[in-house]
Nanobody, 117 residues
Framework: QVQVVESGGGLVQRGESLRLSCAASGSSLSSYAVGWYRQAPGKQREFVAL?????????NYADSVKGRFTISRDNAKNTVYLQMNSLKPEDTAVYFC?????????WGQGTQVTVSS
C-alpha cells in the first residue's frame, strides 16, 4: 500500500509559478498512475492532470491548464510533480494527488494554492 503526501502550495500572485510535489512512501510510485485534482470552495473536485504508471509519457491535462501545467515523475525520489506556470486566480483551490492501480486509489490530504489578482 502506498501513502502520498502533497506539498508546495502557497500564496502567489497572478502570473507566478508554483511546483507541487506528491511524495510517496510504502511502495514505489512508478507502479501507480498518479493524478492531480483540485477543489475550490463550493465546487466539486475536478481533474487537473494525469501521468500513467511506468515509463509512459502519455500525460493528460484538463483543458483549463493545458500549456500552463506540466506533470512529471522522479522515480529516484519517488515523487510526482505538478509544475504550474502563469497561475490565475481561478486556479485557487486545494490540490490533491492520488495514486491508483487497478481498483486501489490512495489520496493525499491536499495542499492549498491561492492565487491573488
Amino acid at each position: 500500500q502506498v501513502q502520498v503526501v502533497e506539498s508546495g502550495g502557497g500564496l502567489v500572485q497572478r502570473g507566478e509559478s508554483l511546483r507541487l510535489s506528491c511524495a510517496a512512501s510504502g511502495s514505489s510510485l512508478s507502479s501507480y498512475a498518479v493524478g492531480w485534482y483540485r477543489q475550490a470552495p463550493g465546487k466539486q473536485r475536478e481533474f487537473v492532470a494525469l501521468i500513467p504508471s511506468g515509463g509512459s509519457l502519455n500525460t493528460n491535462y484538463a483543458d483549463s491548464v493545458k500549456g500552463r501545467f506540466t506533470i512529471s515523475r522522479d522515480n529516484a525520489k519517488n515523487t510526482v510533480y505538478l509544475q504550474m506556470n502563469s497561475l490565475k486566480p481561478e486556479d485557487t483551490a486545494v490540490y490533491f494527488c492520488n495514486a491508483w492501480s487497478g481498483r486501489n486509489v490512495y489520496w493525499g490530504q491536499g495542499t492549498q494554492v491561492t492565487v491573488s489578482s
